[in-house]
C-alpha cells in the first residue's frame, strides 16, 4: 500500500455508518468526523474535541493525521477527486499563515469549504516549572546575552506562527530573529512534551494548549500575547505588552470540508455549527477547552479567511519569508 492509499484510507474509514441516517440527521450514512492535522495534545487537537462536544448527537469521530504541520491533511483531502462527506479538518490562524507562505505546496485558500470558526486562542510563551526566569523580561535578557543555550519549542519550522511570535519580540529586543535556536515539532502537543522532558527550554505555542499543563503545575506562562489579561485559568498571568514588549497574536480555530462536498451537505453543516454555538453549554465548553469567544460560519467566515491569508502574505513578504 502507498503513502497516499494510506492516508485515503484514514480519511474514509468514516464511509461504513455505524447506525442509520436518521439517528445522525446528517445528509448521507456516513458518520461524522474531524481530522486533527496534528498528533494528539495540541490546539488543533482541542478545535475537533470541542466539536464533538459542542454536538454530541453527532457521534463525531475524531482521526489524526499529522504531517507538515497540516499540509497533508490538506493535500489529501484536495487529492479526492469526490466528495469526502461529513469529514471535516481542523485549522487555526497558523494553517492560514501556512497558506500565505506556500507551505502546502501550491494551496489556495479558495479550493476547500471553510464551515466554521469555534474559538479565539492567543499565543503565549512558557518555560518549566521550575525555569529560573520569573517573567518575559528576564527570560529575554538571558536570551539576549546567550542567544545558542536555549532551545525554542514550536509547532512548525522558521516562519510558522510560532516562530514569528518569538521572532517580533527578539527583535524589539535587539536580538537576530536568526539567532534563535529553534526546535520544530508537528503541534503544540509535542513542545509541550519536549518541555516536561527538558529537550527544550522554552515553548512558544497558544494558551489552550498551556492552560492543560499550567492547571496541573507543570510550566510556568510568563506571557501571553493578547491585548490585555485573560480571564480563566492563567488571568494572573500579564501581557507581553505589559511587560514591554508589544506583540499580540490572536489565533481563530475552526473547520473546514471536502471542495466537493454539495451546496446541501455544506450548507447543513454550517447550520448544525449555527445551531451548536447558540445554546449556552457551549459557550461553557468552549471556555473549558481554553478558547474565549469568536463565532463565525459560512460566506462571512469565507472572506474573513481571504482577507486573513492575503494580511498574512503581506507579512510575509516583509519578513522576506515569501517572493
Not at 246 to 258: A, E, K, L, Q
Not at 260 to 270: A, C, R
Request: proline share 5%; charged share 20%.
Amino acid at each position: 500500500m502507498t503513502m497516499r492509499h494510506l492516508i485515503c484510507s484514514i480519511l474514509l474509514t468514516a464511509s461504513v455508518p455505524a447506525v442509520s441516517a436518521s439517528v445522525f440527521q446528517t445528509p448521507d450514512a456516513v458518520r461524522p468526523r474531524c481530522i486533527v492535522p496534528a498528533k494528539p495534545g495540541g490546539g488543533m487537537d482541542l478545535s475537533c474535541k470541542l466539536v464533538q462536544k459542542a454536538m454530541p448527537s453527532q457521534q463525531f469521530q475524531i482521526s489524526y493525521l499529522p504531517g507538515g504541520v497540516g499540509a497533508v491533511a490538506w493535500t489529501t483531502l484536495l487529492s479526492q477527486r469526490k466528495a469526502v462527506p461529513n469529514t471535516m479538518v481542523a485549522f487555526s490562524g497558523g494553517s492560514l499563515l501556512n497558506i500565505a507562505e506556500g507551505k502546502f505546496g501550491k494551496a489556495d485558500a479558495t479550493q476547500v469549504r471553510w464551515v466554521a470558526a469555534i474559538g479565539a486562542d492567543y499565543g503565549m510563551i512558557a518555560v518549566r516549572k521550575d525555569s529560573p526566569y520569573k517573567n518575559l523580561r528576564e527570560l529575554i535578557d538571558a536570551l539576549r546575552k546567550q542567544p545558542a543555550r536555549f532551545s525554542i519549542g514550536a509547532g512548525g519550522t522558521v516562519g510558522s506562527q510560532d516562530w514569528l511570535k518569538m521572532a517580533q519580540i527578539a527583535r524589539i529586543a535587539d536580538i537576530d530573529p536568526k539567532a534563535l535556536k529553534l526546535v520544530a515539532f508537528e503541534g503544540g502537543g509535542e513542545s509541550f512534551t519536549a518541555l516536561l522532558a527538558n529537550h527544550v527550554q522554552i515553548v512558544s505555542g497558544d494558551v489552550s494548549e498551556a492552560s492543560l499543563h499550567a492547571k496541573a503545575g507543570e510550566i510556568r506562562v510568563l506571557a501571553v500575547l493578547a491585548d490585555s489579561r485573560l480571564p480563566g485559568a492563567l488571568e494572573h498571568i500579564p501581557t507581553a505588552r505589559e511587560q514591554g514588549y508589544d506583540v499580540t497574536w490572536p489565533i481563530i480555530r475552526g473547520v473546514y470540508m471536502s471542495p466537493g462536498i454539495s451546496d446541501n451537505e455544506y450548507q447543513f453543516w454550517v447550520n448544525q455549527f449555527e445551531k451548536a454555538m447558540e445554546n449556552p453549554a457551549f459557550t461553557e465548553q468552549r471556555k473549558a477547552m481554553g478558547l474565549y469567544p469568536f463565532s463565525m460560519t459560512g460566506k462571512a467566515l469565507t472572506d474573513y479567511v481571504m482577507q486573513t491569508v492575503e494580511r498574512y502574505r503581506v507579512q510575509a513578504k516583509e519578513l522576506g519569508m515569501v517572493r
